[in-house]
């Protein structure tokens, strides 16, 4: 898979795919990340990305040119399955949509700033809009990094035991259950016998049985669908 980004502080962006397991799997060649600066777009002297917005009122707004002029560019060297717009007002990040996301070939990420971005750039080149929650960020980087780790994580090949991605919470709707690892106790607290009890029928069952009982209480809206 190949992922774009665009934005106008590709500095935001340096560190969250330099590690582990986003790092690991641009090193085997699962995706290349390619962050893409909005500035060096611009034509005008200042090298401006911004202006105000027509009608009056506080905040700018991202100019069309300097984004439509590199979204220009990259769908004239390969074609993209979706080009997302990261927005407060897209629709809310699910696992449903970051496991259709994985099977795509080529993904254009573009980064909100200021007080959005021209909507001329949505009706015409913007084919998804993505928030990754009720709350207002800075800006569209850190979502995007988000979008970009659960998306990634899910690429076949990517982690070393795919079935850790197939368990992973919300897959089936589910909370994951409780996970214990060694002493078996400390301070007198301790792991569930079953755990330890090797019987691995009994091991499923329990954890089913806890997924469940997670779910209930912390997320019932999981259960409605
Ligand atoms: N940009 C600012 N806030 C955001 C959010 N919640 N989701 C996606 N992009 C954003």
């Known amino acids: 898979m190949r992922i774009d980004i665009l934005t106008v502080l590709p500095q935001l962006l340096e560190s969250p795919f330099a590690a582990s397991i986003m790092q690991r799997a641009q090193d085997k060649g699962h995706v290349s990340i390619h962050v893409h600066n909005i500035r060096d777009y611009s034509t005008n002297k200042h090298k401006n990305v911004d202006d105000y917005q027509y009608g009056g009122g506080a905040g700018m707004v991202m100019s069309i040119e300097p984004i439509a002029a590199l979204i220009e560019?990259?769908?004239?060297?390969?074609?993209?399955?979706?080009?997302?717009?990261?927005?407060?007002?897209?629709?809310?990040?699910?696992?449903?949509?970051?496991?259709?996301?994985?099977?795509?070939?080529?993904?254009?990420?573009?980064?909100?700033?200021y007080k959005g971005v021209d909507e001329r750039i949505r009706e015409h080149y913007i084919t998804k809009e993505i928030s990754i929650g009720s709350y207002v960020l800075s800006g569209g980087e850190l979502a995007a990094a988000v979008v970009v780790d659960a998306v990634v994580r899910l690429i076949p090949g990517v982690l070393n035991d795919e079935t850790s991605a197939l368990t992973d919470s919300f897959q089936d709707n589910l909370?994951?259950?409780?996970?214990?690892?060694?002493?078996?106790?400390?301070?007198?607290?301790?792991?569930?016998?079953?755990?330890?009890?090797?019987?691995?029928?009994?091991?499923?069952?329990?954890?089913?049985?806890k997924a469940l009982e997670r779910t209930k209480a912390r997320r019932p809206d999981l259960l409605e669908d």
């Open 73 to 113: 560019k990259l769908k004239g060297e390969r074609t993209y399955d979706e080009i997302i717009y990261m927005t407060p007002d897209g629709e809310v990040l699910e696992q449903k949509h970051c496991n259709d996301l994985s099977l795509k070939e080529n993904i254009m990420i573009l980064c909100g700033h």
């Open 175 to 209: 909370l994951s259950p409780p996970v214990y690892t060694r002493p078996p106790e400390f301070n007198g607290w301790k792991v569930p016998d079953v755990l330890l009890s090797g019987n691995t029928k009994a091991v499923e069952k329990w954890r089913e049985e």
